[in-house]
């Protein structure tokens, strides 16, 4: 069962634009949700969360929106860098911290 | 480096052998999870660990894995028998505390491949 979707397995992006990366999920009883960032050859680094009973958290130049209402969440990054090129993961999660990860999207920031 | 440690980062093995894969948690960190990760797929949970106990493993197969976090030592993920198909990147990931609102911190992973 895939309850978390990333519907977009690559995304490019120039340098300075902002990147949105969507992600949809199925179950209305997750708690949270969060998106980690993951380089090759390297273990998947959290970026940011959001609880269930929020619609946006803002960190920097991430932001998540949650629309609970769609089943659906993104991830902006506004000014885009070079070195956001990297897959990110997004992940819902239930109060008892079994998470689920979507597919992942590729994310090219071009110089 | 006080980051999850898993080792090997490669193991390679024969169809029937056995794979031992290893993760010992961030320092103070005492909740470990298990996440097996297809190519072009994401990363699906496994199992959660409390010190010498086994929480939650409805996401391990239920032959052949098996999982322990022993009071003294690292985290062991054991697969018997080895089949092409558990081939993956295995990661550990670990957390200070069990929540929702918990980040879970993530190791560099175990590639495992089946000859």
Known sequence: ?111 | NAGVMQNPRHLVRRRGQEARLRCSPMKGHSHVYWYRQLPEEGLKFMVYLQKENIIDESGMPKERFSAEFPKEGPSILRIQQVVRGDSAAYFCASSQKHGAHQPQHFGDGTRLSIL
């Not at chain 1, 619609?55 to 998540?64: A, C, L, M, Q, Y």
Request: proline share 5%; hydrophobic share 35%; glycine share 6%.
């Open chain 1, 1 to 111: 069962d895939q309850q978390v979707k990333q519907n977009s397995p690559s995304l490019s992006v120039q340098e300075g634009r902002i990147s949105i990366l969507n992600c949809d999920y199925t179950n209305s009883m997750f708690d949270y949700f969060l998106w980690y960032k993951k380089y090759p050859a390297e273990g998947p680094t959290f970026l940011i969360s959001i609880s269930s009973i929020k619609d946006k958290n803002e960190d920097g130049r991430f932001t998540v929106f949650l629309n609970k209402s769609a089943k659906h969440l993104s991830l902006h990054i506004v000014p885009s860098q070079p070195g956001d090129s990297a897959v990110y993961f997004c992940a819902a999660a239930y109060l008892n911290n079994d998470m689920r990860f979507g597919a992942g999207t590729r994310l090219t920031v071009k110089p």
